[in-house]
C-alpha cells in the first residue's frame, strides 16, 4: 500500500537534547514538508523540499533542520536550539503539481521531558 | 491580517442541521483550495478540493468558492455526530519564498450534538 510513515508515534526529548523524527513515503511524490501543530492551533510550516538534495524554510524553521539525500525520505531533526518544541509534527507529501493534495503520515506527538 | 482565517469556532450544531464552514485567504493569485478534516489526535485527511468558482458537491458535503471575493467555505449537510471533528482551511498561495504552498488556517472544531 502506498502512503506516508512517520516514526515514532511517541517522542520524549530531554532538555538540551538534539532528535530526530523520520519520515518515508512510497508514492514517488517530488514534494515533501513539514508541519508542526501546537493545541488548538493549524498547521505552520517548517520546511519544505521539492526535488532531491533542495530544501526551503517555511514559516517557523529556527531551531529546526533537514535533509533529503532520497526522493522517499524527509527527516526532521529538532535542535536544542528549539526552546518550545513540544508539539504534534506531520510529514506530508504531494505531487510536485501545484493543484494537487498532500497526503500526510500519522505524526509525532513530541513531549519534552 | 493572517493568509489563511477560518471563523474561530468552536461551532456547535444539531444532529441533522446544515453546518456552515468559512474561509478567507490573503493571495488573490491562489488558484487550489483544500478542506481537509482532522479527528482529535490524528493526521489531516482530505474532505474536498476546489479550483473554479462555484459550488462542488460530493455527497452531503459542498465546498463553494468565490475569488473575486477570496473566500471559500464547506457545508456539510444532515450532520452527524460522525463529522465532529475539527476542519482545516488549506490555500496554496505565496508564502516563504517564491513558490506556492499549501498554507493552513487555524481550524474551526465542529460539534454535532445527538
Known amino acids: 500500500d502506498g502512503g506516508i510513515t512517520q516514526s515514532p508515534k511517541y517522542l520524549f526529548r530531554k532538555e538540551g537534547q538534539n532528535v530526530t523524527l523520520s519520515c518515508e513515503q512510497n508514492l514517488n511524490h517530488d514534494a515533501m514538508y513539514w508541519y508542526r501543530q501546537d493545541p488548538g492551533q493549524g498547521l505552520r510550516l517548517i520546511y519544505y523540499?521539492?526535488?532531491?538534495?533542495?530544501?526551503q524554510k517555511g514559516d517557523i524553521a529556527e531551531g529546526y533542520s533537514v535533509s533529503r539525500e532520497k526522493k522517499e525520505s524527509f527527516p526532521l531533526t529538532v535542535t536544542s536550539a528549539q526552546k518550545n518544541p513540544t508539539a504534534f509534527y506531520l510529514c506530508a507529501s504531494r505531487d510536485s503539481s501545484e493543484g494537487t493534495e498532500a497526503f500526510f503520515g500519522q505524526g509525532t506527538r513530541l513531549t519534552v521531558v | 491580517q493572517k493568509e489563511v482565517e477560518q471563523n474561530s469556532g468552536p461551532l456547535s450544531v444539531p444532529e441533522g442541521a446544515i453546518a456552515s464552514l468559512n474561509c478567507t485567504y490573503s493571495?488573490?493569485?491562489?488558484?487550489?483550495f483544500f478542506w481537509y478534516r482532522q479527528y482529535s489526535g490524528k493526521s489531516p485527511e482530505l474532505i474536498m478540493s476546489?479550483?473554479?468558482?462555484g459550488d462542488k458537491e460530493d455527497g452531503r458535503f459542498t465546498a463553494q468558492l468565490n475569488k473575486a471575493s477570496q473566500y471559500v467555505s464547506l457545508l456539510i449537510r444532515d450532520s452527524q455526530p460522525s463529522d465532529s471533528a475539527t476542519y482545516l482551511c488549506?490555500?496554496?498561495?505565496?508564502?516563504?519564498?517564491?513558490?506556492?504552498?499549501?498554507?493552513f488556517g487555524s481550524g474551526t472544531q465542529l460539534t454535532v450534538l445527538p
Open positions: 523540499s521539492q526535488i532531491v538534495n533542495d530544501f
Open positions: 488549506a490555500v496554496n498561495l505565496i508564502s516563504s519564498g517564491s513558490a506556492r504552498q499549501l498554507t
Open positions: 476546489i479550483y473554479s468558482n
Open positions: 493571495d488573490r493569485g491562489s488558484q487550489s
